[in-house]
């Protein structure tokens, strides 16, 4: 009886209505709810969707290339979505609702993916612990080496997280590979733990688990002051590198269109405009920009090279696990 | 009371009946087993077989599901690290080992596993020994106590050392003023909470050791005059020594096992069942991966072979005749109060931790604004309800299935004679030594592509928590056979009936105790698991566990520990449910395992 019923629990799921749209999303799953939820209400289309890193996102679509469960990538750095076509996961989608707007590197040049949101690498710094130590704010990449920080920072691991890679990047891009490694080296003494979420950090540095997290800066406000935390953001002098989130449709998805209303709905000012609750900067002109959100015009920002980045994450995340040992 | 004596058992939970213990006199199991075979191995078993076709199917598909569910994973990590090019090959374990990334978290597990054994199975011995050998109070406060931890999801304690000692935790924060500085991420903080997790299993191998020495022998020192030191040193502690050893064995399995502590305090501390994951999920390296999970598995195997086939062969538990009721305990105040008071610590620290548990999940926003609020539970009940709603469904599915496929092959091993039936137990309990690290990446790999593509149904989720934690059942099915006589079911066979007429009528009616306790072991490990499952997890499904461990990632510490509470009134109310059940069908038998138990005390 046992093998009859594992028989009959195995059919029925298999197959599956059309109607939904299957999703990874490497938003926040608090953050991810508002949009999926006001895209619901706005098309009627149902939504399933499954939160999980960038990183581990790319790998889930990786195994299961033959089998694309998904078909929509949501979230997560645009270097991600870089890789993502070079593995020949991703089909291209060229949005009229993007098209005035999304020049330059805000998209994929050949529309393998679309970028709808604009953020920069800052420290999340917990202003308790910067009191009472009488120190101030870290305000450069140097600053970090400081010995007062010792044990007082966090990151995520470089391979689990858009967030850490994008750091990990622009300090190539920043000082040279060689020296960027060698200054890596000193900051892991600093550091108190890798986390696998980029935001996760932030937290920590409100919780006063840590005194400075390494994130985005929608991630800084979003899960630090905003939620009540006292976490107040600083960004490098030297400058910084930052990420142009996107979203893609995944080769194979058995849902294109499904996908492709997406992605014109994520562009519209309706849509744009809702990513004030989370503190990222939209790409819409015409969308509202959340009051003290960071803006690209408000820090230094490096000339990030994407492509880059992209092309050289495996080889840069195998350097640092031989180097950092974790 | 199923107990290990007979050898069979590696469970570490052991079901204990309400029987008077005068009672459970039974033949050692390999006695009654080879007498058994030795009876009916005749030319005509396989002739016999084949005169009940419905009996041959039975085997069969029985072997087929093993071989597809729990043999065919295995073989696929096997195939993708020891092959290269077509060719068997160790490059990838000389790769392996030539980084410090990965020889780091295997010197860090083992060291961590060696550590929390010991340590856990001393606590586990002192309650053990307290609650059987001496006359405290309290007693079955502290029997709940010792066993609160198998019904809890393994990763609570994490939880509860951050929302206790962390930064902003309450010990440090509220009651140290920040006086001292928790080092909780990493060694130290592991070994603390796996400790408190895993010593359950310890205090229940051991409370069945000690309740099963004859109390007649330390009764006969007494009277030659030893003292009770005396006697605890020279007699008990020796006789014990079997079963201390299996407690740190399985101890040490759970250790390098553990996925959810880890994953949220292992800090720089790596170890190899959350590297594996993150080499597969992080670096998308498929073969480093499982080649990991090798590594993993190769302590764990030999942890359960020592086990099965050589500490437990070395029991000394004394079984003879009928036990003398009196048993002497120990009753000098200094020593009684002395071990009460140690008891009493304990037990308040593993209270300390559920309970920080439950007043994290009414706080607003830990660590910065305390104020009390329903929130949490609202998000629990709103974002986190497709979740809760998938694993409940998930487990309901997957539990009497696990169920009556445990009584089916416990039915087939003892009574049944074929070909590889000793294969068929083996296999059955390969599941329970495999880490479930190992078990996750052996699914993706096996069922990612035709014939057999099951990932991202609910079925691959399923067919995981079946094979998972068949053992268990199948353990407690094989030691309840044993004790009844097959003569019930041959009269039936002589008046007519086949076999699955008699499996269904007289066999599972009189094992109907272990099969419950089966279910009920089946669902919790179903609600609490994660190692395995975080693997193959997917749009359309998903797991409570994976939505806590996403939260503490996040540190939305007061949403993780709402979810973890309701977690653990789902599986109080499940239990009850199933006791209830038994009480109601399971005829004049009293199931008295202690997680129904933990729920009535509550």
Request: hydrophobic residues 50%; glycine residues 8%; proline residues 5%.
């Amino acid at each position: 009886m046992s093998v009859l019923l594992a028989l009959w629990v195995g059919t029925p799921v298999l197959s599956e209505a059309a109607d939904v749209l299957h999703m990874y999303t490497a938003l926040d799953p608090n953050e991810a709810k508002v949009y999926i939820e006001a895209f619901i209400k706005d098309t009627k289309i149902n939504v399933e969707w499954v939160r999980m890193s960038a990183g581990e996102v790319l790998t889930r679509l990786k195994a299961e290339a033959k089998n694309p469960q998904v078909s929509l990538w949501f979230g997560g750095p645009s270097t991600e979505f870089i890789a993502g076509k070079k593995e020949g996961l991703l089909v291209p989608y060229n949005s009229p609702v993007g098209a005035p707007f999304l020049k330059g590197n805000l998209k994929d040049a050949e529309d393998y993916w679309t970028g709808f949101y604009f953020g920069a690498i800052g420290f999340g710094n917990n202003t308790h612990w910067f009191e009472k130590n009488k120190v101030p704010y870290p305000t450069s990449w140097q600053d970090l080496l400081k010995p007062e920080f010792k044990g007082q920072i966090s990151i995520a691991y470089p391979y689990t997280s858009g967030t850490a890679f994008t750091t990990l990047a622009t300090v190539c891009m920043i000082m040279g590979e060689d020296k960027a490694f060698d200054y890596w080296k000193k900051l892991d003494a600093n550091i108190h733990h890798y986390n696998t979420s980029g935001s996760a950090c932030v937290t920590q540095a409100g919780l006063g688990e840590i005194a400075i997290g390494i994130a985005f800066s929608h991630d800084i406000l979003a899960k630090g002051s905003s939620k009540g935390y006292p976490v107040k953001g600083t960004f490098p002098s030297e400058g910084t590198g930052y990420e142009i989130g996107g979203l893609a449709l995944i080769k194979g998805g058995s849902e294109p269109e499904l996908g492709k209303k997406f992605i014109d709905w994520t562009l519209s000012k309706r849509a744009q405009d809702l990513m004030q609750v989370w503190f990222r900067i939209p790409l819409n002109p015409e969308a509202e920009i959340a009051a003290g959100a960071t803006k690209a015009a408000d820090v230094k920002l490096i000339n990030y090279d994407e492509e880059w980045a992209g092309n050289n994450n495996k080889r840069l995340i195998e350097k640092w696990r031989q180097m950092i040992g974790k | 009371m199923v107990s290990d004596r007979e050898g069979g058992g590696i469970s570490p939970l052991r079901w204990h009946f309400d029987e008077p213990p005068n009672e459970e006199v039974f033949p050692p199991m390999i006695r009654t087993k080879r007498f058994v075979a030795a009876l009916r191995r005749t030319p005509s078993d396989l002739k016999r077989l084949f005169q009940e076709p419905l009996l041959l199917m039975g085997i069969l598909l029985v072997n087929v599901f093993l071989f597809l569910f729990v043999v065919l994973p295995l073989f696929k990590i096997f195939q993708l690290s020891f092959e290269d090019n077509g060719r068997f090959s160790l490059q990838v374990f000389v790769d392996l080992m030539s980084k410090r990334y990965n020889v780091q978290p295997l010197i860090h597990s083992l060291t961590l596993g060696v550590a929390v054994s010991i340590l856990g199975t001393l606590i586990g011995f002192i309650f053990a020994y307290a609650i059987t050998r001496v006359d405290i109070p309290w007693k079955r406060f502290f029997t709940v106590t010792a066993t609160f931890p198998i019904i809890a999801p393994p990763f609570m304690m994490s939880l509860s050392a951050i929302l206790l000692f962390g930064k902003q935790g309450f010990v440090s924060k509220m009651i140290l003023r920040e006086m001292i500085q928790f080092k909780i991420y990493g060694f130290w903080g592991l070994l603390v909470v796996e400790t408190l997790t895993y010593f359950s299993t310890a205090y229940l191998t051991l409370y069945g050791v000690l309740q099963a020495i004859d109390p007649a022998l330390e009764d006969a020192a007494l009277d030659l005059g030893a003292s009770k030191g005396k006697i605890f040193r020279s007699i008990t502690l020796p006789l014990a020594t079997p079963g201390i050893a299996s407690a740190i064995l399985l101890i040490f399995s759970q250790s390098l096992a553990d996925f959810g502590n880890p994953m949220i305090l292992a800090g720089n501390y790596t170890i190899l069942a959350t590297q594996a994951y993150l080499t597969i999920v992080g670096m998308y390296n498929m073969k480093g991966g499982a080649a990991l999970a090798i590594l993993l598995l190769i302590p764990s195997l030999i942890a359960f072979c020592v086990q099965k086939y050589w500490v437990s062969r070395k029991s000394y538990v004394t079984v003879t005749g009928k036990p003398s009721a009196a048993r002497i305990k120990v009753d000098r105040p200094l020593t009684k109060y002395s071990i009460f008071g140690l008891c009493l610590l304990l037990a308040s620290v593993i209270f300390l931790f559920y309970g920080m548990i439950l007043f994290g999940s009414v706080v607003k926003l830990w660590g910065a604004n305390h104020s009390l609020t329903w929130d949490n539970y609202v998000h629990v009940f709103t974002i986190g309800w497709e979740y809760i709603k998938d694993t409940l469904l998930l487990s309901s599915i997957a539990t009497p299935i696990a169920g009556v496929l445990a009584m089916v092959i416990a039915f087939l091993v003892v009574r049944k004679n074929f070909p590889g039936k000793r294969l068929m137990e083996l296999v059955s309990l390969l599941t329970f030594a495999v880490p479930g690290t190992v078990v996750g990446i052996g699914y993706i790999l096996a069922f990612n592509q035709r014939p057999l593509l099951l990932t991202g149904t609910a079925a691959i989720i399923v067919l995981l928590f079946i094979f998972r934690d068949i053992a268990v059942g199948v353990q407690t099915g094989i030691a309840e056979l044993q004790q009844i006589d097959p003569s019930i079911e041959e009269a039936s066979t002589d008046l007519g009936a086949d076999s699955s007429v008699t499996f269904r009528r007289i066999t599972l009616p009189l094992i109907t105790p272990a099969f419950y306790a089966g279910l009920a072991f089946t669902f919790v490990k179903c609600m609490t698991a994660i190692s395995a499952v975080i693997f193959v997890v997917s749009g359309k499904w998903n797991l409570i566990t994976i939505a806590i461990l996403g939260s503490v990632e996040n540190s939305d510490l007061s949403q993780a520990a709402a979810f973890s509470v309701v977690i653990i009134i789902f599986i109080l109310l499940a239990l009850w449910l199933i006791q209830f059940l038994v009480n109601r069908l399971g005829g004049g038998r009293k199931l008295k395992f202690e997680k129904a138990e933990t729920l009535q005390s509550i």
